[in-house]
């Protein structure tokens, strides 16, 4: 049975473990190296990308998080999760690093602050019908290399993309009991 992990430092951590047990999938959360080596796939949340770095830096897990999704590991990165997996960073804090892995450049906190939040119905490339999509203090695409599909897009900014096996959302798709973009992830990605 595949393991998928979630990174669990900071975020909605709940939210997305309680996605993957409604999908029959066994989910751990991951807060230390052993745990990491012990999953087949991961999720990072959407939260708050800095504290998120910032962790993971101090857990001495931002080396091996890239060494896995470098080597291979399935990877779904929301919101925050977005801004973790892009190679390229744009209005992060100084010296915010990424673990990298999806070829595009993000831009930090891009539909505004969280009063600009705001909620909005997206067709997704894969998914049949339109996916309700929570945007908190969201960021898009920039720009996309080659290898990059664009499954959905907001405003003419990319909000969904997936590369080989990593995807990545600018929205929360764990807020809510729609679970269709974690089995898009997992059908395609895994």
């Known amino acids: 049975m595949t393991t998928v ?3 669990a ?3 909605d951590v709940r939210e997305h473990l309680a996605a993957l047990d409604r999908l029959g999938v066994k989910g751990t959360s991951v807060r230390r190296r052993e745990e990491l080596d012990a ?8 939260g708050e990308s800095t504290a998120m770095w910032r962790l993971a830096r101090t857990f001495e897990l931002l080396d091996p998080l890239r060494d896995r999704v470098r080597t291979g590991m399935p990877a779904l ?9 892009a190679d390229r ?3 992060g804090a100084a010296g915010q690093e990424t673990i990298g892995g999806l070829d595009m450049t993000v831009r930090r906190n891009a539909f505004g602050r969280q009063t600009e939040s705001f909620e909005t119905d997206l067709e997704v490339t894969g998914i049949d019908g339109t996916v309700h999509g929570v945007f908190i203090r969201a960021p898009w695409v920039e720009e996309i290399g080659d290898g990059v599909e664009v499954l959905a897009s907001v405003e003419g900014h990319p909000v969904a993309v997936r590369q080989n096996q990593l995807m990545a ?22």
């Open 89 to 91: 960073l744009l209005d």
């Open 77 to 85: 990165g929301t919101c925050a999760g977005m801004v973790l997996l």
């Open 9 to 11: 430092l900071q975020g």
């Open 5 to 7: 992990g979630v990174l």
């Open 39 to 46: 999953c087949d796939a991961l999720v990072i949340p959407g």
């Open 169 to 190: 959302t600018s929205f929360h798709p764990e807020v809510n009991a729609d679970d269709r973009l974690h089995r898009l992830f997992l059908d395609t990605c895994c």
